[in-house]
């Protein structure tokens, strides 16, 4: 089970830091993916993660502000979103993949980032 939490409402410029906590073993078996979904909008991928965390991916429009990194000895990913602005307003989803990020296979529920102008 995941769970994504550190959400919140910040202004444009700021940085905010989400984390996805799972529970059970096996977390380092898979690769962890988030996801957002901006309000009336389909839900896009943002960055992965591999299993080990040799291996990161990031969509163009968060390349080179955000970073994605992981603890499997704690079970959790972390998102660092810097220079925020409002287009990364939306509901931030962790989910686990195995081989395609495009395809996860367990999400946890969400959490809100609102990025005021």
């Known amino acids: 089970q995941l769970q994504a939490y550190g959400g919140g409402l910040v202004q444009a410029g700021d940085s905010l830091s989400l984390s996805c906590a799972a529970s059970?073993?096996?977390?380092?078996?898979?690769?962890v993916v988030w996801f957002r979904q901006a309000p009336g909008k389909e839900r896009v991928f943002v960055s992965a993660?591999?299993?080990?965390?040799?291996?990161?991916y990031y969509a163009d429009s968060v390349t080179g502000r955000f970073t994605i990194s992981r603890d499997n000895a704690k079970n959790t990913v972390y998102l660092q979103m810097n220079s925020l602005n409002p287009e990364d307003t939306a509901v931030y989803y962790c989910?686990?993949?195995?081989?395609?990020?495009?395809?996860?296979?367990?999400w946890g529920q969400g959490t809100l980032v609102t990025v005021s102008s």
């Open positions: 989910a686990t993949y195995s081989g395609n990020y495009y395809r996860p296979t367990n």
């Open positions: 059970g073993r096996h977390f380092s078996s898979y690769g």
């Open positions: 993660i591999s299993r080990g965390g040799g291996s990161t």
